[in-house]
Structure formats: structure tokens, C-alpha cells
């Protein structure tokens, strides 16, 4: 965002101490673990020399790319599941006015707002109920509920701003509804919906309360294996991997950002 | 008899229900002969561009039917139906080519690619933008993408093309231009067009015959000289170029009628704007201003008060009063010798010629 610095309001003493304070505020912390990650000594917190040897050991650690590999099948499959139904859900709502359309918005992004330990009871008390076993299967599932409202919002923003007469103007020159939807919609919606894949992707990804709850044996994410890691201690160890996860994230959401803007 | 174009027999077409209804069209029926250029002209919501919508089938009318050249439309979907559509926004494929925007109705059809390209070529070559054929839509001007939609909706040899105000997104000049390009595709191509527009100057010099909408009904139907100097009703001789409108009551005697006007004056009525009528039968008239005539205080004629005189290079206008009060407009044109060197609140007479007068049915 760009401030327009002839506007006097903008002008007054101390904004750019300011500006710098709440930077430090949101970004510092991640910034030390950073560099924390590189750190030679055994304990976390204490500076001795830089040296890369953890992320060795991480990569190394059979339990940690278990965690890892399984995070990746889960939000792998959790992103497609997710993104085919909001694609779908924005479709629809797109297509046709109809009587509680509102209502039905709402409720598509209304997991956005639910605590999300709430949703994790929920979750975890009905795989019970319907005598669900525990597993990787109850993870991806929970997490492409959660992940649908992630990806139809910016679907959803691009069907809006597209011109509604393009449709119309396919239909005209004997497109029937199928082929409109391949040769016109979807080419023009695609960087919508990948922009939506790639943002459910790193939900997932990220995602630590609900799949705590869910997860079987042998169904440990990356997250929640960091959180078991982290009861013992803090290790240079747990900091590499955090980098790491903080890595894949900003480049999904650096990309999500660019394809979201593609042909706009 | 050769069989019409388009044909619509009692259109309706409802948005809505209960009290939130708007009746876009009332029970309209008309006939849109072969090689036609047809024009739906009136105000925003008349149901021109309803109208329009029905005809390519992006709405389903409420009642009615509408056929193309005697077979049934109705309940056809837009891609079943041998009619193209230029779009207000023109809605040309952003992702495509001109030269895959142009082809894409023919490739929808199934045609061989060869023809495809050759079609292509063809189209590009009518509308005057040959070798644009791999630009993006976003590269080209107004003018040009205008020209596109011109060529995508022409290209697959529709019997029908529709076209939805298309030019109100241009400049001024542009759109002259465009206005005496539309009238040589449809020559050059003899596919007959349906036009909507609000702007009465496009209707009057583009059309063949054009329709005059108002409230979702047709008022009148015909040539723009018919509409134009015979309007039927009050509306149409309104919204289309300048009107001077006189009330009063039809006297008859013998052959001839006579109005005799609120203001006073006697205005004898030709054929046409007499019968039929009675005695006493209150009347509206309508005069254009270029066919009165201002005449010295002492001529026969209406008695008037200039008020303003405004030139206007080819002609002049003259802004009078009558004697009850209702205004008058004269134009005259600017001939030599013909300019009358009159002032404001000057008293004059206005001469109207039998034939200048139309009589409403309003």
C-alpha cells in the first residue's frame, strides 16, 4: 500500500519510529529463530558460532520427514479435494440469483470464523460417533473441510470480475454450456483458482489445532510433531525445521499473490 | 410473400413476481423484414434491450413467440440459434487472439480449420483490420476491439445479427464513422440487423425502418421519415427531434376541418390530420419547428412574441410565445436574402402549412 506523503495528515513526528517499532513487533521474532536456526551451540538460545549442521540433522531424522511427508500428502490431497468443491460452490452461487443465496455465502465462509477448537472437538466428536477410525484419512478430511472457504474466496472474487456477457457471448457463437465453461470460464477463472489451491495448500500445511485433535497413530503432521518436540525442549533443531515450513509459506503465498493478479 | 425475418407474436417478458414485478415488455408484436436494418429506438428500460435478449435467446419471454424466418424460436438456447450478438461491452475473449475470437463461432460449428483461417482472413479484411489477427483483444483500441466483435459476430453467416447500443462507448467521431461502416457491412453482407439504441440522430440515419418503444410497448413502427414527420403519438413525436405541440378542437365544415387552437388562432387541417373527427373533438398537433414560417405583424397566421433568437450557423432559431402563453419554435435556415432581422419581443405571425401539421392520437 502507498501513502500519499503530500497528505499532511501523514506528516507528523515520529511515523517512521513508529512504522519501524511495529515491524520489529510482527517480524523480529521469526527473524531470531532464523538465526537462531543456524546456531552451533546445542542449546536454542544461547549464540556460540554459525553453522548449518541442523538442518543435517533434520533432514536426516526419519521421524521428522515421516511428519513431513505425511503434512504434504495431507495438504496435497486436502488442496484438490477443497479447491474442486469451492470451485463448484463458486459456480453456483455465480450462476443464478436465488432466495437465501446470501445466506448459503455466508455459511461457505463461515468456517473462517469458527474457533477453531471448536471445530476440532466438533470434528474429532463426530469421527467418534460414526465409528471413524483415527488415521490420515480423518486428517485430510477434516482438513478439506476447513480448507474450502480458503480457496473459493479468491475463485469467487474472479468470477465476480469477470464480465458476465462473456458467457453469454459464447453461448451466442454455439457453445454449448460445456464447452463455454472449458473455452471461455475456465481458462479466464484458472488464475483463481490457483491462487485459492495455493492458499488452502499452506492452511493445511499449517494447520496444527485440528489435525492435533484428529490424528491417528501414525498420522502425525509436521506442526504437531514440532509441538511434540518443543514439550522437551527447544532445540536448534525445532528452529531449522520452523524455517523451513516459514520458507515453503512464503513462497506459496508470494505465488498465490502473483497468479491472483495474472490477467486481471 | 417472401417469409419475415424475425417475427413476434404477443411478447411479454416479466422480471420478478408478486409486487416486485416490472414488466419489461407488454404484449409486443412485430415483423423484421429480410436484409433489414431494424432499429429498436427509446429511453433506458423501455424493453428495447429485453426485446433484444429474447430475440437471441439470453432470456425466455413470459408469453408470446418469436420466430426466424417462420420457425419456432422460442425455448431454443442462444447456441441453437443462427442469430449473433455484437455486445455494449462487446465481450471479446481476452485469453484468444483476434484471429481465435473471430474464429471461434465457426470452430464451435465444427468447421475445418482450412475454412476457419480462410474465414478469418475474410472477416478481418471486411472490417478493416487485416494482420491483427494475433493481437490480444487488451492491445487494440475501442474502435478496433468494436470492429472485432463486428467480425467474431459475422463470421459463421448468422441469417440474424443483433446489436446492443455498440457504439455508445465511442467518441463522437468514432461513432460517425462507425454509423456509415454498420450501414456497409450490412449492405455488403444483406444479413439483416437489429439495432438498439437510445440516440434518436443513430436510429434516424442508420435504419431502413425502426421501432419506437416506450414502457415495454411499441408506439410506432416505420421509415424515419415516417416516424419523423408522421408521428402517431405525443411521445414519439417528442423523443424524436424537436416538437412543437398545439391543443384544441376539431371544427368541421363540409370537405374541410378546422383546428381552432387554445391560443386563439385558426389552423385549417389537410386529409390526413382532419378526418375522421367531429365537432368539438379536442385535438394535439404536432409542428416542427423547420416547417413554420415567421411572417411580419400585419400577415395572415398566429399571433406570436419572440423571445429569444438564437443563430446557429446553417439555420436560425427563434424561441416564441403565443398568445395563451404556450411556447413555439421556429428554425429557419440561413439562406441568403432569407434571414428576417428580428429582435426579441418583436410581434410576428406564424404560418403553418396544412401538410406541416400532425395530428396525435395522444
Redesign the interface.
Known amino acids: 500500500m502507498r501513502v500519499d506523503v503530500s497528505n499532511p495528515l501523514w506528516r507528523f513526528r515520529g511515523i517512521r519510529a513508529a512504522t519501524w517499532l511495529f515491524f520489529a513487533y510482527l517480524y523480529l521474532p521469526i527473524v531470531v529463530l532464523i538465526v537462531l536456526s543456524f546456531n552451533e551451540n546445542r542449546l536454542a538460545t544461547i549464540w556460540s558460532g554459525f553453522s548449518t549442521q541442523w538442518y543435517g540433522v533434520v533432514l536426516g531424522n526419519d521421524d521428522i520427514m515421516r511428519a513431513a511427508t505425511n503434512s504434504l500428502v495431507v495438504a496435497t490431497t486436502a488442496t484438490l479435494a477443497a479447491t474442486f468443491a469451492a470451485t463448484l460452490a463458486a459456480l453456483g452461487m455465480a450462476k443464478t440469483r436465488f432466495i437465501g443465496a446470501d445466506g448459503i455465502s455466508g455459511l461457505i465462509v463461515l468456517p473462517l470464523v469458527v474457533p477453531e477448537v471448536v471445530t476440532a472437538v466438533a470434528t474429532l466428536l463426530f469421527f467418534i460417533l460414526i465409528g471413524f477410525r483415527l488415521g490420515l484419512t480423518t486428517v485430510i478430511v477434516a482438513h478439506t473441510v476447513f480448507c474450502i472457504p480458503f480457496a473459493y474466496l479468491p475463485i469467487r472474487a474472479r468470477l465476480e470480475g469477470m ?1 458476465k ?2 458467457g ?9 454450456d460445456w ?2 465453461f472449458r ?2 470460464t475456465l ?2 477463472l484458472w488464475p483463481g483458482i490457483l491462487s485459492g489451491a495455493m492458499l488452502a495448500f499452506i492452511i493445511s500445511l499449517d494447520d496444527f489445532v485440528i489435525t492435533y485433535f484428529v490424528a491417528g497413530a501414525g498420522a502425525t503432521t509436521l506442526p504437531v510433531y514440532i509441538f511434540g518436540m518443543i514439550r522437551i525442549g527447544i532445540t536448534p533443531e525445532v528452529n531449522a525445521i520452523s524455517s523451513l515450513m516459514l520458507i515453503v509459506s512464503i513462497l506459496f503465498v508470494t505465488l498465490s499473490f502473483l497468479v491472483g493478479r495474472m ?1 486481471r | 410473400m417472401e417469409r419475415p425475418a424475425i417475427e413476434a407474436r404477443g411478447l411479454s417478458k416479466t422480471f420478478g413476481s408478486g409486487l416486485d414485478a416490472v414488466h419489461a415488455l407488454d404484449d409486443v408484436s412485430l415483423t423484421i423484414r429480410q436484409n433489414e436494418f431494424f432499429t429498436l429506438l427509446g429511453p433506458s428500460g423501455c424493453g428495447k434491450t429485453t426485446l433484444l435478449r429474447l430475440i437471441g435467446g439470453f432470456e425466455q419471454p413470459s408469453g408470446g413467440d418469436i420466430f426466424l424466418e417462420g420457425q419456432q424460436l422460442t425455448g431454443l438456447p442462444p447456441f441453437k440459434r443462427p442469430i449473433n450478438t455484437v455486445f455494449q461491452s462487446y465481450a471479446l475473449f481476452p485469453h484468444l487472439t483476434v484471429g481465435q475470437n473471430v474464429a471461434f463461432g465457426l470452430e464451435m460449428l465444427g468447421r475445418p480449420k482450412k475454412e476457419r483461417e480462410a474465414r478469418v482472413e475474410q472477416m478481418l479484411a471486411l472490417v478493416k483490420l487485416q494482420g491483427y489477427a494475433n493481437r490480444r483483444p487488451t492491445q487494440l483500441s475501442g474502435g478496433q476491439q468494436q470492429r472485432v466483435a463486428l467480425a467474431r459476430a459475422l463470421a459463421s453467416q448468422p441469417k440474424v445479427l443483433l446489436l446492443d447500443e455498440p457504439l455508445s462507448a465511442l467518441d463522437l467521431k468514432l461513432r460517425k464513422e462507425m454509423q456509415i461502416e454498420l450501414k456497409r457491412l450490412q449492405t455488403e453482407t444483406g444479413i439483416t440487423f437489429v439495432f438498439v439504441t437510445h440516440d434518436q440522430e443513430e436510429a434516424l440515419t442508420m435504419s431502413d425502418r425502426l421501432a419506437v418503444m416506450e414502457s415495454g410497448q411499441i408506439l410506432q413502427i416505420g421509415a424515419p421519415t415516417e416516424i419523423y414527420e408522421h408521428p402517431q403519438r405525443r411521445f414519439v413525436a417528442d423523443f424524436i427531434g424537436e416538437t412543437n405541440f398545439l391543443e384544441g378542437r376539431i371544427e368541421v365544415a363540409g370537405d374541410t376541418a378546422v383546428a381552432h387552437l387554445a391560443c386563439g388562432g385558426k389552423l385549417s387541417l389537410n386529409g390526413q390530420a382532419g378526418a375522421p373527427s367531429s365537432n368539438g373533438e379536442a385535438v394535439t398537433l404536432a409542428v416542427r419547428p423547420e416547417r413554420a414560417v415567421i411572417a411580419p405583424a400585419g400577415a395572415e397566421g398566429l399571433s406570436a412574441r419572440i423571445g429569444a433568437v438564437v443563430y446557429m450557423g446553417t439555420d436560425t432559431t427563434y424561441h416564441l410565445t403565443l398568445t395563451d402563453g404556450t411556447a413555439f419554435i421556429v428554425r429557419s435556415q440561413n439562406n441568403e436574402g432569407a434571414r428576417l432581422d428580428l429582435a426579441s419581443g418583436a410581434e410576428v405571425k406564424v404560418q403553418i402549412a396544412p401538410a406541416a401539421v400532425q395530428r396525435l392520437a395522444d
Open positions: 464480465d456477457a462473456l453469454e457471448a459464447a453461448a451466442d457463437l454455439y457453445a454449448s464447452q463455454a473455452r471461455v481458462p479466464l490477467r
